[in-house]
């Protein structure tokens, strides 16, 4: 997974900047994780392309984006909630991105279907419960957890 990681971030990267000539990449990320450090840095090795990178929680970096409406330096927003990319995408704050050689290698139902976000990683989630108070053949569905 850490290396679909990597492999998607550079790719990613590569192919977001506001215009060609540009030696910057500026992203607006609320994620905090080593890993996505180590890709800026060896991007920016392989590139010579400079990461800037402004962390912030989601609402933060909507705001921060809709205040600067047109002329938001952000070339990538990236969230840890696909509920925040949506709501960006309602707010006009997001381009759509186009981009074939990453796309081909995504499950289609992975994929924003207006084409405005795409996902970097995705999480399996894991269900507990007691086996004295829970009969796990009553558990199919997402509301019988409720």
């Keep these: 997974m850490k290396k679909y ?10 192919s977001c900047s506001q215009n060609e000539n540009s030696n910057e990449i500026n992203i607006y990320s609320q994620r905090h994780y080593n890993v996505d450090e180590l890709q800026y840095e060896n991007f920016q090795k ?6 800037n990178v402004v962390k912030a929680n989601a609402d933060e970096l ?3 984006m809709k205040n600067e409406g047109e002329n938001s330096p952000a070339d990538l927003f990236i969230t840890v909630d696909v509920g925040k990319l949506w709501q960006a995408s309602e707010m006009g704050l ?12 995504i499950s289609p139902e992975l994929l924003d279907k207006n084409g405005y976000w795409i996902p970097v990683t995705y999480r399996s989630r894991i269900i507990v419960y007691s086996k004295e108070r829970v009969n796990k053949d009553e558990l199919s569905t997402y509301e019988d957890l409720a």
């Design 62 to 64: 909507i705001q921060r």
């Design 46 to 51: 392989k590139t010579g392309i400079k990461v």
């Design 5 to 14: 990681l990597l492999i998607t971030l550079t790719l990613i990267l590569s």
């Design 94 to 105: 997001l381009q759509k991105f186009e981009d074939r050689n990453i796309t081909k290698n």
